[in-house]
């Protein structure tokens, strides 16, 4: 009976044993899935401008001259919004993992926006911003020109303590509070396609900024403002029988759009998520917010297909999987988890979304069927028949935040 029993034991222990190593191992799968995913990205950015019309590459634009070809030679170095998430992940990759190299990426990003922002600045003559290095930088009309971009500079700022970062960052702030189209009460909106458009990614072009600002001014002002917006946006663009946020709200005439974009959704949940994080636990409306990102993960667990990911138009199943969207929801879910913020009950919508979207990383670390960038559409055909593009930016530092979550989930 002893042997048995003993037996018994080294059985028990064995499987427990194994349990822990296979949590540990897919837990450093994981941070090496990201790694690769991040190294990738650093192998691509190039640094450099380079002229369309003759494909020379120029180490120094402002000894070469300005002409309407030139251009970052990578979209990964380019001011756009979608960069700024990806600032954002590699700092937050850099703390999980304890590699500066991360940090220094968004650090060299910077430098090379900024070492020519003067310069182009000053010979800029009302061109499309599109076509002019830095045009959306220098022009700052709405919130995708600067809030997530502002919002990873202000993460720059506390260590590099640059007045030009200032600068930008306390006109960025003015642009979000005081300069950008809004309804009457006060929601972020936008000119086109129709005037006063409530777009539900502008979410994420402002709140992540604004409480970023509130914590490097410890003002108030900025918290409150983003809490704000989060209400209004849900308020507007919540629709009660699918759980789903719709992709805009028209303002001229009262009403909302009519289709559930999978991105659109995404942003708005990371950006509550990320208000929450940064939030101060005594602010008197903390439990709105987390009631609001509580209400949409129950709704988009009903949504998940099979495989874990979500699909590129959440309530058509025959739409395609998209893999921004999805990374949206595991990181916001898991983060959710992670904060104790929602029950731990929802820990396997997160860990299938990660395996999901780990079919979706090749072996050199690029991404997959990342839906391209994509404005307001009036009829579904639109959304059904939006490209996907493989490495796409809008979907990099969303596939590392959720990563980076679902890697502190295994603990």
């Given amino acids: 009976?002893?042997?048995?029993?003993?037996?018994?034991?080294?059985?028990?222990?064995?499987?427990?044993?194994?349990?822990v190593h296979a949590q540990e191992k897919t837990k450093k799968d994981v941070i090496n899935t990201l790694k690769k995913v991040a190294d990738n990205v650093v192998k691509q950015s190039t640094y450099l401008y380079y002229d369309r019309s003759?494909?020379?590459?120029?180490?120094?634009?402002?000894?070469?001259?300005?002409?309407?070809?030139?251009?970052?030679?990578?979209?990964?170095?380019?001011?756009?919004?979608?960069?700024?998430?990806?600032?954002?992940?590699f700092n937050a990759l850099a703390e999980v993992i304890d590699d500066e190299k991360?940090?220094?990426?968004?650090?060299?990003?910077?430098?090379?926006?900024?070492?020519?922002?003067?310069?182009?600045?000053s010979i800029y003559n009302g061109q499309s911003i599109w076509n002019f290095p830095l045009g959306q930088a220098i022009v700052v009309e709405e919130l995708d020109h600067c809030g997530a971009m502002g919002a990873s500079l202000i993460e720059l700022y506390q260590t590099d303590k640059n007045p030009a970062y200032k600068a930008y960052i306390d006109r960025a702030a003015n642009h979000i509070m005081n300069v950008q189209m809004r309804l009457d009460d006060g929601t972020l909106s936008r000119s086109f396609p129709e005037n006063n458009t409530v777009w539900a990614d502008d979410l994420y072009m402002s709140v992540p900024f604004l409480v970023r600002m509130g914590r490097l001014t410890g003002d108030?002002?900025?918290?409150?403002?983003?809490?704000?917006?989060?209400?209004?946006?849900?308020?507007?663009?919540?629709?009660?029988?699918?759980?789903?946020?719709t992709h805009c709200y028209y303002g001229d005439i009262g009403t909302t759009g009519g289709s559930f974009w999978g991105r659109c959704n995404g942003w708005m949940m990371v950006a509550i998520a990320d208000l929450l994080k940064l939030l101060p636990e005594n602010h008197p409306q903390r439990d709105t917010v987390i009631a609001l990102l509580t209400r949409n993960i129950k709704a988009l667990a009903q949504y998940q297909a099979q495989n874990g990911l979500w699909h590129q138009l959440l309530d058509k199943r025959d739409s395609y999987q998209e893999t921004s969207c999805s990374a949206m929801f595991t990181y916001s879910i898991a983060l959710a988890i992670n904060e104790g913020w929602i029950d731990d009950r929802y820990k396997s919508i997160a860990l299938a979304g990660w395996e999901g979207i780990e079919t979706q990383i090749s072996s050199e670390g690029g991404i997959k069927n990342i839906c391209v960038g994509t404005s307001i559409g009036n009829n579904l055909k639109y959304y059904y028949e939006r490209p996907v593009a493989f490495n796409d930016i809008h979907g990099i530092g969303a596939v590392i935040l959720a990563g980076i979550e679902v890697s502190k989930l295994l603990k």
């Fill in 102 to 121: 991360y940090n220094n990426y968004t650090r060299k990003n910077f430098e090379f926006f900024f070492n020519d922002f003067e310069y182009l600045k």
């Fill in 54 to 89: 003759t494909g020379e590459m120029i180490d120094n634009i402002q000894q070469y001259g300005y002409n309407r070809n030139i251009q970052p030679q990578s979209d990964l170095n380019k001011w756009v919004y979608s960069n700024g998430v990806i600032h954002m992940a």
């Fill in 220 to 245: 108030s002002k900025y918290f409150d403002e983003a809490v704000k917006q989060v209400v209004q946006f849900n308020n507007l663009l919540y629709n009660e029988n699918k759980g789903l946020m």
């Fill in 1 to 19: 009976m002893k042997t048995k029993i003993l037996l018994f034991i080294s059985i028990l222990l064995a499987v427990n044993s194994t349990t």
